[in-house]
Structure formats: C-alpha cells, structure tokens
C-alpha cells in the first residue's frame, strides 16, 4: 500500500484499516477509511446532505487499496461501522 492510502486527501489524517459487515454491498476485504470526526469531508457532508436529499446522514473518505477504488462510507452518526476498525 502506498503512502496516498495511509492519508484522508481531506484532512491529512492517517486512515483506519477497516472490514465491512458481511451484509453490506462492499467487497469483504480490508477498506482505509478516515474516522476523524474533524475532516472536512465528514463536517461538510452533513449539510449537503440535509440539503440535496433532506437526511440527516454524512459520509467518510473511504479506499479499497486493493482496486484503487475510492468514495463515500455513508454514516448515520459519529460512532457508526466503527466497530469494524481492525487496527
């Protein structure tokens, strides 16, 4: 893994390894995600999504270093799937 996938783009933090739960729609392999409640992509993810689709819901910065593959973790709180963390 590189040094890109150690890093959240949007606040420079080091990202969690973490495992999705068997019954989501991501492969089950590890992901890196960024849990740090302070990030940029997280704060502001709460106010678009109130605006464009009236829930009270954000994301966090999520990356398959496996594929490359990178996007939203959809979360309904600021403890939400991090019991899946690994590290």
Request: aromatic share 14%.
């Amino acid at each position: 893994m590189n040094d890109i996938s150690k890093n959240c783009p949007y606040c420079n933090q080091k990202m969690s390894q973490w495992l999705p739960p068997p019954e989501s729609d991501f492969p089950q392999q590890i992901h890196m995600v960024c849990f740090n409640d302070e990030c940029s992509y997280y704060v502001e993810g709460w106010e678009w999504m109130r605006q464009q689709y009236n829930q009270n819901v954000s994301y966090r910065f999520r990356l398959n270093p496996a594929t490359g593959e990178k996007g939203p973790l959809p979360v309904w709180s600021s403890s939400a799937l991090r019991s899946g963390i690994i590290e």
